[in-house]
């Protein structure tokens, strides 16, 4: 399974002296670059996103559902690209930036979860680390549990996670897919937690639905057959004493393909309250269309300020 982009850590500079091997003291230069932000950013992909998916496809011209191979169709790697030109458009320090891009496949075992840490983040001051997370769809669901696991197990502090239109609630997606089983709680995030529920009408939405969105903040209750919420939700943006709702909570109007415009486009998106039902049908507007801050904007604005130069 492959592995995100091939970046090699560069080999520390060494000298031997009477059979021993000895660091060279770090330039000042060096110093000073090592004392600045590290900004890690991953990107995790849904389904049919970095590989192709074999699964349910609606075919226009026979009209009719037909099962095969799809994609991929990169739709997070897009959102990768965006917020990479983004950062050449600001002339920002891209040397002190990094951008993974996942299928959501790769952070499904913790030895995976692991090895991400050991190649990407090991390397960096934690002090001077500064992590995102975005995932999409399946990616949004294993993301979220990666946040988890970087910050309950490996003691980082994750500053974003961006969860677009996540899922992996149903039974039969789990069976199919790399997801993992239980749900995401106690969400710990420094700065802020987005998550985007796409409403748009779409092949790939009625898929998202069969797979069961996740609604977070919601579990589901064996003793009842339903969903339950496991925390009572605020009345602004922040989070439970659990940590299980989004500091903010959105509605597009793009369909569940649409990773990019789904966390960029304020003409088609909505704040709603923390959800008060794991219906998606259900919720309660508290800004309307154009929004002030896209979750996009969020993490530009302070992706600028970790690498002004």
Known sequence: MAGGNENKNSKDNKEISSGKTERKPKTTQEVEISNKTQVVVFYIGGAADKRAWYGPAYIPILRKVEWKEIGPYHNIRYVKEKFEASLEANKLDKSRYEGIYLGYYEVYKEKQQNSLVEKYLACKD????????????????????????????????????????????????????????????????????????????????????????????????????????????????????????????????????????????????????????????????????????????????????????
């Open 126 to 309: 934690k002090k001077h680390l500064k992590i995102v997370i975005i995932g999409h769809s399946l990616g949004g669901w294993n993301g979220a549990h990666f946040c988890n696991y970087l910050v309950n197990k490996k003691k980082y502090t994750v500053d974003f996670l961006i969860t677009i239109d996540p899922v992996g609630v149903g039974d039969g997606v789990k069976i199919v897919a790399d997801v993992i089983n239980s749900f995401p709680t106690k969400i710990k995030v420094r700065k802020s937690w987005h998550n985007i529920l796409e409403i748009g009408s779409s092949f790939g939405n009625a898929v998202a639905k069969v797979g069961e969105r996740w609604i977070p903040g919601y579990g589901w209750s064996l003793s009842f057959q339903s969903y339950e919420p496991m925390g009572s939700p605020v009345i602004k943006h922040g989070r439970d004493d659990s940590q299980s709702f989004p500091d903010f909570s959105y509605i597009s109007e793009y369909a569940h393909d649409y990773a990019w415009h789904g966390i960029y486009d304020k003409e088609k998106l909505k704040i709603i309250a923390p959800q008060c039902n794991a219906k998606e049908d259900q919720y309660t507007v508290i800004e309307e269309t154009p929004i002030k801050l896209s979750p996009y904007d969020h993490v530009s604005i302070a992706l600028r300020e970790w690498l002004k130069k």
